[in-house]
């Protein structure tokens, strides 16, 4: 059989109808989504200059598919291989494509701490760097009551408005955190153009006329997520983040949802201090294969 890798900039319609096909078929076997939602945007839209897709077709199936997002810190890489072609050598075959690519420098993510990844890694020198807590609460236990810093009132973002001033704020308590620290307007509009935008589960903190702190929630079927929470360093160790994280579980509770969840890095020890004394626990992993060199 004619097995073949096709490396694209810019996915066609066919293609995109293909990768999503694929994607849904592992998120079914496997119970977790392969791709997170930046990847998924650049399927469906396209991505930066610099990104990437590797398409791994056996005949005239799609059988892998790998994205590769670049960083100064080393390229960002999601990899899956449909479940009724496993074990036949596929994905070894995508992430020696995916290393060539990368020069020999990928950061794989795993989603879900699966042997078979961990295996699949380990045979390319690949060692695990990074861990991605995925935790949960319930909705229908007790939430504690929350107060506001004097002088920051709460309200929802208003599109068309508010876009400027969230993303210096948010470029400002992410500047760490490159992921998330240096999304664009257009990163943001081509969320607001998502169907689960809301833009009443997207709060403000405001101080003055300039936002202090936000809590983006966002909504899947019965689960609510705490999307992004982001304090301005300069209003850190105010309680704000706190006031922030229990007014949009406040929120999701409202909305008669089950649980939350939300994603937090492992050695983020503060947020998951916070997060457990809210109630929350470790629910799933994700994790970061990478050289160590």
């Known amino acids: 059989m004619n097995v073949r890798v096709k490396v694209s900039a810019r996915l066609d319609d066919e293609e995109i109808a293909e990768v999503l096909g694929l994607v849904e078929a592992a998120a079914r076997a496997d119970g977790v989504h392969p791709l997170n939602e ?3 945007l650049h399927v469906r839209y396209g991505g930066d200059s610099g990104a990437r897709s590797l398409l791994l077709h056996a005949g005239a199936d799609l059988v892998g598919y790998a994205h590769v997002d670049p960083a100064d810190e080393g390229a960002s890489v999601e990899l899956v291989v449909h479940p009724d072609h496993r074990r036949h050598g596929h994905g070894t075959r995508l992430l020696r494509e995916v290393m060539d690519v990368t020069a020999g420098r990928p950061r794989l993510w795993a989603h879900g701490d699966h042997a078979g990844a961990a ?60 992921e998330q620290g240096a999304w664009t307007m257009d990163d943001l509009l081509r969320r607001e153009r998502e169907p689960w935008f809301d833009p009443e589960g997207f709060f403000l903190a405001v101080r003055g006329d300039r936002p202090a702190g936000f809590h983006w929630t966002k909504v899947h079927d019965s689960l609510g997520e705490v999307y992004v929470v982001g304090v301005d360093p300069s209003q850190q160790g105010t309680g704000l983040g706190r006031a922030l994280t229990l007014a949009g579980l406040t929120h999701l509770r409202s909305r008669g949802l089950a649980q939350a969840m939300l994603y937090v890095d492992e050695a983020n020890t503060a947020a998951i201090r916070l997060y457990e004394s809210l109630g929350f626990s470790r629910w799933d992993v994700d994790v970061m294969y990478a050289p160590t060199g």
Do not use: I
């Open 119 to 178: 295996a699949l890694a380990a045979s390319f020198g690949l060692a695990r760097v990074r861990c991605l807590w995925q935790m949960r609460r319930p909705l229908d236990a007790p939430l504690p009551d929350y107060t506001l810093p004097p002088e920051v009132s709460l309200r929802t973002f208003v599109p068309g408005r508010d876009e400027e001033a969230w993303l210096k704020v948010n470029a400002a308590a992410f500047a760490h955190h490159p």
């Open 38 to 40: 930046q990847s998924m």
